[in-house]
């Protein structure tokens, strides 16, 4: 609910970073930025998304590498013909 208060759960979810050390970079980095407007995280939280995401990494990001891989090319076709239908159609 915190980190949704400013993107969604796809973004990291569907992000390309699988490595710790990057995660925990972004967490911090999200956190500061959390607070300086007015948004709680206790570090115990950072924590456990770190975590999280490092565990969800490993196991769709690279055990699972060609599904994902798959999965990011059909989100970006989708995408782009989103986009080419909305600047046809001015939507």
């Known amino acids: 609910a915190v980190c949704g208060a400013c993107h969604t759960a796809a973004r990291p979810l569907n992000s390309p970073h699988v490595n710790g050390d ?3 970079r972004y967490a911090r980095r999200m956190h500061l930025k959390m607070q300086g407007s007015g948004i709680e995280l206790n ?16 196991i769709r990001k690279i055990e699972r590498r060609e599904e994902f891989e798959s999965q990011q090319r059909a989100l970006r076709d989708m995408f782009e013909a989103l986009s080419k239908d909305a600047k046809t159609t001015g939507k």
């Open 22 to 24: 990057v995660w925990k």
């Open 43 to 58: 570090r115990a939280d950072e924590d456990k998304i770190v975590d999280f995401l490092i565990y969800d990494s490993n």
